[in-house]
């Protein structure tokens, strides 16, 4: 399925392609709002994220995986075109325990073959989960 790149300009159209793919949309992701100066994408608890049993944390692979999507997104968001991820960058603050997860991006390059951008993946009281920075590949 392609995507319409004018539709990458509304809030519903890149949510729409964020559900292209099946991985996205089992992860449950909801983008809450997208702009040139970034987007926030929520990503409700699931028991099946639990990697770590004893804690009740989330796997750091979907951390990642946010970080990664929330970059991209906002690269889209801007304006900018993203086909590929081509090198990316988590740190990881503390466990995700139970509840809803957002991520927060922002471009900090937009370029013709390589955009960058950063993510602060965050609980919704705003403790810090992860940070990363993506590049982007346009073609």
């Given at each position: 399925?392609?995507?319409?790149?004018?539709?990458?300009?509304?809030?519903?159209?890149?949510?729409?392609?964020?559900?292209?793919?099946?991985?996205?949309?089992?992860?449950?992701?909801?983008?809450?709002?997208?702009?040139?100066?970034?987007?926030?994408?929520?990503?409700?608890?699931?028991?099946?994220?639990?990697?770590?049993?004893?804690?009740?944390?989330?796997?750091?692979?979907?951390?990642?995986?946010?970080v990664d999507l929330?970059?991209?997104?906002?690269?889209?968001?801007?304006?900018?075109?993203?086909?590929?991820?081509?090198?990316?960058?988590?740190?990881?603050?503390?466990?995700?325990?139970?509840?809803?997860?957002?991520?927060?991006?922002?471009?900090?390059?937009?370029?013709?073959?390589?955009?960058?951008?950063?993510?602060?993946?965050?609980?919704?009281?705003?403790?810090?989960?992860?940070?990363?920075?993506?590049?982007?590949?346009?073609?």
């Open positions: 399925m392609t995507v319409d790149r004018s539709a990458l300009t509304t809030l519903d159209g890149l949510q729409a392609a964020l559900h292209i793919a099946p991985f996205h949309r089992w992860l449950g992701l909801e983008l809450l709002s997208a702009s040139h100066g970034g987007i926030v994408i929520a990503m409700p608890w699931r028991d099946e994220l639990v990697s770590n049993p004893a804690l009740g944390a989330a796997h750091g692979g979907v951390l990642a995986s946010l929330g970059g991209l997104y906002a690269v889209l968001a801007a304006g900018g075109l993203a086909q590929a991820t081509a090198d990316l960058r988590v740190d990881y603050h503390r466990p995700a325990l139970a509840g809803r997860i957002l991520a927060r991006s922002r471009v900090v390059k937009l370029g013709k073959r390589l955009s960058v951008a950063d993510t602060l993946v965050e609980t919704e009281a705003g403790d810090l989960l992860a940070s990363g920075r993506g590049a982007y590949l346009s073609a």
